[in-house]
């Protein structure tokens, strides 16, 4: 290990052993995808993911760039197999949600063991404008060593599209000519 120290000309070196070094946490797998992509509309968004540490009771974990969502700020419900091991002021089962940036945080109320995929659902709105994909990353503020921003590996269906008619017919009920027509 070396080490510049302010105010020297030097480098200092210290010799460390065998000694392992933690370099942090990671999500070693996450997901992200929303049943509706349709401006306006109300979404579940379904977020799943693995880390490979425990993640302890009170830990933090930071899912932002959803910006699909329009949803106002405030504590959100969280649904999903594994939303009761989540809270907010002790109320288990919810998350706070940011519209700005679209930050959805989870605080831990129970342990989950590393290596245990979590899987929570959240509602939000859909904003009401035409819009790319979302590009969410995920961090966390652990017990057993932070892990930092990273991308969310599969997105799907993220993006905000205008609704189109599927069909397009006009019919009249009398094709004469000057008569009165229901359309």
Known sequence: VEAAIAGTSGIATVATGNTD???GSAFTA??????????????TVTISLTCDVNIAQGDVI?????TTGATNDGTVSLGGGDSTKFAVSGV??????ARVGGVLTLTA??????G???VITIPIRNKAVAQAAA???????????????????????????????STKTISASDKSIGQSNTL
Do not use: H, Q, R, Y
């Not at 930071?62 to 959803?66: D, E, F, Q, R």
């Not at 288990?92 to 949600?97: C, H, L, Y």
């Open 62 to 66: 930071t899912v932002s760039g959803i």
């Open 109 to 114: 109320d129970t342990a989950i063991n590393s």
């Open 116 to 118: 245990t995929p979590f």
């Open 21 to 23: 070094l933690m370099v």
């Open 30 to 43: 996450s997901s992200i995808s929303a049943a509706s992509e349709l401006e306006g509309m109300d979404t």
């Open 92 to 97: 288990t089962g919810k998350g706070a949600w």
């Open 135 to 165: 590009v969410p990353t995920v961090a966390a503020t652990l017990a057993a060593g932070n892990a930092a921003p990273a991308p969310i590996t599969t997105v799907s269906s993220m993006s905000i599209v205008a609704p189109t008619f």
